[in-house]
């Protein structure tokens, strides 16, 4: 792997770890562009997710911060490690079919494409229900709030779904807004995103995963485009749904299965 491709796939996961389109199917899409191999790229796409990790600490240090302050520390604390059991367990029983079979085009293709309409629809669902009422402050959040996004991020170990995807309408499904499903989101990213990384470059005897010079290029680049990307998406979601993010997984997706079938 060259410099560049490092750093390139630092752009790539940056830019899409936090938004509803799937950072691992961009990833996957720019290692098969960069002609790399499929063994070595999976592991490293995984592990680079640290820089990602670092940027969304850095991006919400002031609500970190007042959550140690505060007596709801320890109930922040349970919301998120119930959110984040069911995707762990699942995850680490799942890892090493879903890294050997899942990581391919056809797979992404179809994820893409189900989950953009799935949004579509969420949306319209939504768009119909402004009347209820919804949680506004992550502080409010009840446990068995969090488990149901914990249970949708299950489906998110599928590559092409989208972590964010599933945690943020998880979220909005068990009565949070918008807002604060994605600030839950975001927050959840830093146990899932490290529990990954660590088990990828510490536990997984079998990756090649080597930590030198283009590892530390990627996570260099994604650290920095990831906390323009949240500063950008958090603003977007304060006026706007996700139906562009539908529509363009939805073209994707065509675009992904017209060169797979028709190319």
């Known amino acids: 792997m060259h410099f560049l491709d490092s750093a390139i796939l ?8 936090f938004l509803p389109i799937s950072s691992t199917a961009h990833l996957i899409l720019a290692g098969k562009l960069l002609g790399l191999a499929d063994s070595a790229a999976a592991p490293f796409e ?31 604390l349970v919301n998120l490690i119930v959110a984040f059991i069911p995707a762990a367990v699942v995850g680490l029983i799942l890892h090493k079919f879903i890294t050997q079979h ?34 506004d402050d ?22 092409g779904t989208s972590r964010a995807l599933t945690t943020i309408y998880g979220g909005i499904f068990a009565g949070l807004s918008r807002k604060t499903a994605t600030e839950f989101s975001f927050l959840l990213a830093i146990p899932v995103l490290g529990a990954a990384t660590f088990y990828e470059v510490v536990l997984n005897k079998e990756s090649q995963l080597s930590v030198d010079a283009n590892f530390w290029i990627a996570f260099g ?43």
């Open 10 to 17: 630092g752009v790539v996961e940056g830019a899409t770890e």
């Open 46 to 76: 995984i592990a680079m997710q640290s820089g990602a990790i670092l940027a969304v600490i850095f991006f919400e240090w002031r609500l970190i911060l007042s959550f140690l302050r505060r007596d709801t520390f320890f109930k922040i």
């Open 102 to 135: 899942l990581f391919s085009l056809p797979v992404i293709a179809a994820t893409l494409l189900i989950g953009g309409i799935f949004m579509l629809l969420a949306e319209h669902f939504f768009g119909k229900k402004k009347s209820v009422q919804q949680a």
């Open 138 to 159: 992550i502080r409010k959040m009840r446990w068995q709030q969090a488990f149901a996004i914990g249970c949708a991020q299950v489906i998110s170990i599928i590559p």
């Open 221 to 263: 680049v994604s650290f920095a485009v990831a906390l323009l990307a949240l500063q950008l998406f958090f603003a977007f979601v304060k006026k706007h749904d996700f139906r562009w993010f539908a529509w363009y997984r939805i073209a994707l997706g065509l675009a992904i299965i017209a060169f797979l079938y028709l190319g």
